[in-house]
Nanobody, 122 residues
Framework: QVQVVESGGGLVQAGGSLRLSCAAS????????MAWFRQAPGKEREFVAA????????YYSDSVKGRFTISRDNAKNTLYLQMNSLKPEDTAVYYC???????????????WGQGTQVTVSS
C-alpha cells in the first residue's frame, strides 16, 4: 500500500499562488488514481481534482477549474496541485488521497495524508 504526505500549504493573499506537494512511499503513484480534496471549517470534505491511473486524465471541480492544475512527477513519485488566482473561499485543509480504482467515488479513496493548511487572505 502507499503512504502519502502533503506539504506546501501556507498563508497567501488573494490572487496569489501556491503549489502543494504530495510525496508518496511504498508504491508508485502511477498505480493509483490520485486526488486532492479540501475541507473548510464546518464543511464536508470536498473533491478538488483527480488524476486517473493509467490513462492520466485530469478532472476538476467547477470551483477550481481553470485556476488549479493537478500533475504528477513519476521520477519523484510526487503529486502536485498548482493553485493560481487563489480566493478566500479556497481556504481549507487540503488532503492528498489515493485509490486503486480508476474511477473512484469519494469513499473509494483508501489512502489519505494528514493534510496541509491553505489560508487565503482578502
Amino acid at each position: 500500500q502507499v503512504q502519502v504526505v502533503e506539504s506546501g500549504g501556507g498563508l497567501v493573499q488573494a490572487g496569489g499562488s501556491l503549489r502543494l506537494s504530495c510525496a508518496a512511499s511504498g508504491r508508485t503513484l502511477s498505480s493509483y488514481t490520485m486526488a486532492w480534496f479540501r475541507q473548510a471549517p464546518g464543511k464536508e470534505r470536498e473533491f478538488v481534482a483527480a488524476l486517473r491511473k493509467n490513462i492520466g486524465e485530469t478532472y476538476y471541480s467547477d470551483s477550481v477549474k481553470g485556476r488549479f492544475t493537478i500533475s504528477r512527477d513519476n521520477a519523484k513519485n510526487t503529486l502536485y496541485l498548482q493553485m493560481n488566482s487563489l480566493k478566500p473561499e479556497d481556504t481549507a485543509v487540503y488532503y492528498c488521497a489515493a485509490s486503486d480504482i480508476m474511477f473512484p467515488r469519494k469513499n473509494d479513496y483508501l489512502y489519505w495524508g494528514q493534510g496541509t493548511q491553505v489560508t487565503v487572505s482578502s
